[in-house]
């Protein structure tokens, strides 16, 4: 038996800036923050980090982080693609990296501008070639028509219906309406506003969209003995994850033979045959919501229900605090931040450490997922 | 063929300017050249004959990279569709209500292209009533010579 990932490192230290629709700061700057922090939280100094992980989107790169922080000797970096399906595999690479001796203490994060900066949809020069020429030329243009277009087949299908859709933004806004660091803190959402709100992209509505935020986030990984020196009480990373299926397409998924089980059933196989527990032992989850589609999706996937039965999980409060599996406890993209996941690999965090602001009694595991719909990674994390 | 990507100079908002053009990649060629024909065709192996979409280089069942264009019947399906709404590209949000549609084929039920559903084939992308969109409704291709020359499927229901 070889190396086995399984609670060899552990997440010491999380930080993050605050979140709005405008920060002044720049991407480096509230990267550099972030990342501080989170070295702070972990009672680690910045000089014996040697190892960073973001995502391919990442505009602020390890060399100026590196130098920004005062990190020593950096012997492992890595980065990940596919947008937000890369949010857990940056702290699966630094897991493996230092449970195989390359590093000892890596730095995951993301800085983004999203609130007040491009939206990267709107750059067609880099979108019209492969595989745009297959879609953007009929209008599909953003994530949130394809998405949409998946969501429609799926109500089609399985009976799915506005309301579970509902179910899903509602669970989310709750847990941001505790969350004093969330956008929507102060901002209940009820059903008729939902039922009424603008479309976006027909059948998805202006709450089935995850927010635009400025923000950056970032966590610090260490072997489990190592944490268990750190300030903080460690995060096992029990199993990681990523899931990238037999003949894929991103996120127009639709000239797979089945469009309907995305990159999460790939990701779901891997992240069980790792670990110890099943989708059963699972407290809490924050499973990536930039669109709602993507929970029921996401929720047969990682196997807490059987194909086509996702949008019925969602319903007799199963995603609240109390419910069955409490979902996004921080609020999620839908209602905390959207900064491409991050802020639920944080949130994760903050369960099994006893301190979220929705905090479910004795947590003791978290599944952590990145996008669904796109080549994917998740983690599941214990006490 | 290596159609220009440079905006055309009509902009009646319902005419279908400035919409945006396919801008092909080596293996995607042959179907817009087809397509500038009136016919619709399908990359397949000429190992295998399996049809494969998107068009790639290499045969994902065989591996072969010889391959051929089938022409198809031009049937098929809607397999699923939205209606996107603004904040939509400038051409697009003067087109409201208009429609982007899945169709499976009627030869081939895994080969499924992304399109419009419209009343005629130079017709506006949003010339249907969207009460009329259905999941399953047959639907036949029509050929449409978009403002900067290139030549795209659009879908037409077969029972209107
Ligand atoms: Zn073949």
Redesign the interface.
Known sequence: MGATLKDATAIAGIGQTPFAKQLPASEKALACRAIVAALDDAGIAASEVDAFASYTMEETDEVEMAKAIGAGDVTHFSKVGYGGGGSCATVAHLAAAIATGQASVGVAWRSRKRGSGP?PW?N?QVQ???????????????P??EI???A??YM?EYGATRDHLFNVALACRNRANQNPAAIMYERPLTREMYMTA???????CLFDNCLETDGALACVVVSAERARDCRQRPVYVHSAAQGLPA?H?GM?N??N?DPLTGPAWTAARQLWKGADLGPQDVDVAQIYDAFTPLIPLSLEGYGFCGRGEGAAFTEGGALEIGGRLPLNTGGGGLSEAYVHGFNLITEGVKQLRGTSTAQVPDAATCLVTAGEGVPTSALLLRS | MSPS?TPATDNRPDSGAD???????D??APFWEYAARGELRVQACSGCDELR??PRPCC?HCQSFAAHWQRMSGRGRI???????P???PA?AA?PG?N?I?VELADAP???????LVTAADAP?NSVE?ARLR?GAPVRAAFHT?PGG?T?PRWLLERP
């Open positions: 939206r709107k067609t019209l070639p492969t595989p745009g020429q297959w879609t953007r030329p009929f209008g599909l243009l953003r949130a028509d949409g277009m998946l429609r087949r089609h603008r479309w976006i992209s027909e059948p998805l003949q397409h127009v639709y000239w033979d | 990507v919409l945006l053009l396919p801008v092909p990649d293996d995607g979409f998107p994902p397999w699923s569709y939205v209606l996107p709404h904040p939509l590209l697009y087109l208009y982007a899945v895994r080969i499924r292209l992304v399109g419009n992308l969207p999941i978009m290139v795209v």
